[in-house]
């Protein structure tokens, strides 16, 4: 029998975390992440990448029209801000209580 092993990667960013825009009409945007999208590799960003989409009247919304939201982007465009808010790539690090945590590498200091 064949071993199964985990084949997708560990991304450097998830929900919750707070985040800039590198890169599209957004960039230097900064927003919260509300979902991870992980079979497209996108992330919905609270404010980030507003698209409008016309909808039919129904039971959440009884006229219709056109409702604007936010749209995925891809995760590759998005860096993580530290505590100080500065855009930062991730390392990951073994802390005092053995845990593995990630880590700003411009500060050094532990991004929960």
């Known amino acids: 029998m064949e071993r199964k092993f985990n084949t997708q990667a560990k991304r450097h960013v998830k929900k919750g975390d707070m985040v800039m825009v590198v890169a ?40 219709g029209g056109i409702i604007k939201k936010e749209a995925p982007v891809h995760i590759s465009n998005l ?3 530290d505590k100080a808010g500065n855009a930062t790539r991730t390392g990951r ?13 411009k500060s050094g200091e532990i991004i929960d």
């Open 24 to 63: 599209g009409d957004d960039k230097g945007k900064k927003g919260r992440i509300l979902e991870i999208i992980t079979a497209s590799e996108r992330a919905l960003v609270e404010g980030i990448n507003i698209v409008s989409r016309h909808t039919k009247p129904n039971a959440q919304n009884q006229n």
């Open 93 to 105: 690090k073994v802390n005092e209580a053995g845990k593995l945590v990630r880590v700003s590498k």
């Open 79 to 81: 860096k993580v801000l």
